[in-house]
């Protein structure tokens, strides 16, 4: 696996860092600038789909948008304030301006006792209501009396936005990578998404050629993709792997929650990268709840979808709190994040089957400059088994991952030993092979020749 360079870690974590004071929601302005600022780094293409707007078995709801809120004590004190956390309203409350004794108030107040410094973030995006979250000290804290409650919201007829950036390939099959963009200051559980997946958008569209299209969304979760998935039928026959990519910026390992087939090339290709990681991973079986996998691996669609994380979502204690902030993200956590994903991309665009040129025993590497003894890759771990995995297994039947898998080597190794071995003329594409084969059996000198048939199959 080949680590981006160290300054992509950082780079990354500064789009984390400016994005983070930024109050999102599934729908709204902050989710709107949030999609600019991602347009600025790659191109996008911003989609706004009216509210009321039928997807399925959903309606696109009602556009939410907060100028300002917060709790005024008698004293004229502001005990709870959005302006220095965004998190202290409940996202997507409905606008308020009353005044009330605290007794009235608390069932809108929320908190994590076994937390009482962090905030917790809390939604209310399908049925009205309104509420405030605050550190359980604070609560603690608070005297009886009357408060003034303010909250400065609007909740009417807009639009849900959405981002969508395709880096286009040699042909229209699709690789999907997929990120919720809807949190509010939230740094591993949104917007290390973000940054990664942008980081990746960038390094494709650096590439000389790819073999795939490469499809990236930056969605409100759930009703992102259910409504990207309604308007997008047909595009979806064309997607042959795809990757959510959330929470990848904490120390810890990495999480792969495989697709519902289980078995897909993307899970394989993913296990096999963690598999050959220098830490300890975890792979998960499909379940249908986490994050937008979900509905894009539901029965009518069950598309080749799964998920990349490092700590999954609920299972680190700074999960949906304030204390999910930028110290919890890390540069070089981002990097091999991004590293794993590159990786993966290698193994999907350069899986490709090839067809042994000398199959009656080993042919002589000595003298072809490929035994140790040689530099260059000769060095490499592995490299001299790869060859001769390569060669016994390139029978016009196994790719190059399936022999990677089979010789428990990295994919990377054996790519570089199918180069190695193309260069010496040892290994052809097996599609190249097979377009010769058509023509030797049309030809009019070999047409009616049996042995000349049976040559052209033997290689």
């Avoid at 005024?72 to 220095?84: L, M």
């Avoid at 990295?410 to 071995?421: C, G, K, S, T």
Wanted: proline share 6%; hydrophobic share 35%.
């Amino acid at each position: 696996m080949t680590m981006p360079s160290s300054n992509a870690g950082e780079a990354m974590y500064d789009l984390v860092e400016e994005l983070f004071p930024v109050c999102r929601s599934i729908t709204g302005e902050g989710l709107r600038w949030t999609l600019r600022r991602i347009g600025e780094e790659i191109p996008l293409v911003v989609h706004e789909i009216p509210t009321g707007t039928e997807v399925f078995d959903w309606v696109v709801p009602e556009e939410w948008n907060i100028r300002d809120a917060y709790v005024r004590n008698a004293r004229g004190e502001k005990v709870i304030d959005f302006a220095r956390s965004n998190l202290h309203v409940l996202n997507y409350s409905v606008p308020v301006r009353r005044t009330m004794p605290l007794e009235e108030l608390r069932p809108h107040l929320h908190t994590v006792p076994e937390h009482p410094d962090w905030i917790p973030y809390r939604t209310s995006y399908y049925r009205e209501s309104w509420g405030f979250c605050l550190t359980h000290n604070q609560l603690e804290g608070l005297e009886d009396g009357d408060y003034e409650v303010r909250i400065d919201s609007t909740l009417e007829p807009g639009s849900l936005s959405y981002g969508e950036c395709v880096v286009p390939g040699e042909t229209d099959e699709e690789v999907l990578i997929s990120c919720h963009s809807c949190h509010p200051s939230l740094a591993n559980d949104n917007l290390s998404g973000i940054a990664v997946a942008v980081a990746l958008a960038k390094h494709l569209g650096d590439l000389e050629s790819r073999r795939y299209t490469y499809r990236f969304l930056f969605i409100p979760g759930t009703i992102g993709s259910i409504t990207w998935l309604a308007r997008n039928r047909e595009a979806t026959q064309r997607i042959r792997h795809g990757l959510v990519l959330s929470c990848l910026g904490d120390a810890g390992s990495s999480t792969y929650k495989r697709s519902r087939r289980g078995d897909a090339l993307i899970d394989r290709a993913v296990e096999h990268v963690l598999r050959h990681s220098d830490e300890d991973s975890e792979i998960e079986d499909f379940i249908p709840y986490g994050y937008d996998e979900r509905q894009y691996c539901s029965p009518g669609f069950d598309l080749p979808v799964g998920c990349l994380m490092r700590t999954p979502n609920g299972r680190y204690p700074q999960y949906h709190t304030s204390a999910d902030d930028l110290d919890l993200v890390r540069p070089d956590a981002l990097a091999d994040s991004l590293a794993k994903c590159r990786a993966v991309v290698e193994i999907l665009e350069n899986d490709e089957v090839f067809l042994n040129q000398n199959q009656y025993c080993e042919p002589q590497l000595g003298k072809r400059g490929l035994y140790r003894g040689m530099g260059g890759n000769a060095e490499l771990p592995g490299f001299e088994m790869a060859l001769l995995w390569l060669l016994n297994l390139s029978d016009g039947r196994n790719g190059l991952f399936d022999i990677a898998e089979r010789a428990g080597l990295p994919f990377r190794v054996i790519l570089q030993a199918a180069e190695a071995l193309r260069s010496v003329d040892l290994l052809h594409p097996a599609e190249r092979e097979a377009t010769v084969r058509a023509e030797r059996l049309d030809s009019p000198v070999h047409g009616s020749d049996d042995s000349a048939v049976c040559s052209a199959i033997m290689g």
